[in-house]
């Protein structure tokens, strides 16, 4: 039975991303941009590689675009094209305000088409022979606070949308894992919901439902319409969109007053890992459960749970703020200790004029 579904599923991907490429084609053909019949091409590769529809979505945007821009400023043939071609390219990107993320991705999906034209003759080598590189800021994934979790849950009366929200809050899926997923993926005797095809990275994994979030999939299941396939579902439709799961989800961030705090669904996910990680679960162990390619990714979350760097840091600061409360209760001319313990050390170089030590330095010789 789990291999008619697997198939099955299989066979329904193929079939979407066969009406993508469809489409694709026939945009291409409409607009005939500068090297409109190689772009043909390299999307029938990328069908061919069998790669997903997200990635055959987002090069597509990508690549039409940046072949639109070779249109717009005169560059009727891909052969003329050259590294400053490339760079006004990445300029206008970052002129229409887009964040450095999205140019370095949309940047990294133009490279991957030259090198396809630069293979096949098309394109000089030298377009690429000096890289670009855009320096994107290693921000710290957004959880939500534990205090704002609890307010949005108390909102969320609607056992469908709470299920939801639960669902991801305590799985860390993605927001698109959940829309596809199906209800002969879940087992909730065993607790866990199965995901054949992983959403970014395609490699299928299993999931944990908790007590909490289990109890109101059960809920929801008895009120859900056993002949629709997914598990979640908009009013009169057999499916939910990305877009409606985000109104959804907005429409209780303002019912709890967090609507400014900028939160979005995949805060969730992000929420998830966190807990789990401060609950003392292994790198490795998360590393699989949210479906990261590497250790390296899943380590981000680790940046905001390190208790070890939390707890030397407030032992330090207490042993800082006992001896400035031990100071305060000193007698008039009384040396302090501090100068007592380092007397050997000048606390001016006469020769360098710089501190000999670091107050983390001094702070450990009077702890």
């Keep these: 039975m789990a291999l008619e579904q697997e198939c099955f599923k299989g066979d329904q991907d193929y079939t979407w991303k066969q009406r993508l490429l469809s489409r694709i084609l026939r945009k291409l053909g409409e607009q005939v941009p500068p090297g409109a019949p190689y772009g043909e091409q390299y999307f029938q590769n990328l069908h061919r590689r069998n790669v997903s529809v997200y990635t055959l979505k987002t090069a597509f945007s990508t690549i039409h675009g940046f072949l639109g821009f070779l249109q717009k400023h005169g560059k009727p043939h891909l052969s003329s094209l050259t590294e400053e071609d490339l760079e006004a390219f990445v300029e206008s990107q970052q002129d229409r305000g887009l964040k450095p993320l999205s140019v370095k991705s949309n940047l990294r999906q133009v490279q991957t088409f030259l090198r396809y034209l630069i293979a096949g003759g098309i394109v000089s080598s030298d377009v690429l022979a000096r890289p670009i590189r855009i320096k994107v800021p290693d921000a710290l994934p957004r959880a939500m606070d534990p205090l704002d979790v609890k307010r949005l ?126 609950a003392g679960m292994r790198l490795e162990c998360l590393q699989q459960l949210l479906g990261h390619s590497t250790v390296e990714q899943t380590r981000r979350y680790a940046r905001l749970t390190d208790k070890t760097r939390e707890e030397e840091y407030f032992r330090a600061m207490a042993r800082i703020e006992g001896r400035q409360s031990h100071d305060r209760n000193r007698s008039p001319g009384e040396v302090p200790t501090v100068f007592e313990e380092t007397q050997l050390f000048d606390p001016y170089d006469q020769e360098l004029h710089e501190y000999p030590a670091t107050l983390s330095a001094v702070a450990g010789r009077t702890g």
């Design 153 to 278: 849950l108390s909102v969320t009366q609607n056992i469908r949308d709470r299920a939801m929200i639960l669902v991801l809050l305590r799985t860390g899926m993605r927001i698109g894992e959940l829309l596809r997923t199906r209800i002969s993926d879940v087992h909730l005797a065993e607790r866990k919901i199965l995901l054949w095809v992983g959403e970014k990275n395609r490699t299928g994994r299993v999931v944990y439902l908790s007590e909490d979030a289990c109890e109101v999939v059960r809920a929801w299941d008895q009120k859900r319409d056993a002949h629709k396939p997914l598990l979640f579902y908009a009013q009169g439709r057999s499916s939910m969109s990305y877009t409606g799961a985000r109104t959804l989800f907005g429409k209780y961030l303002q019912k709890a007053n967090l609507s400014h705090k900028g939160y979005s669904l995949h805060c969730l996910r992000h929420t998830c890992a966190t807990e789990l990680l401060n």
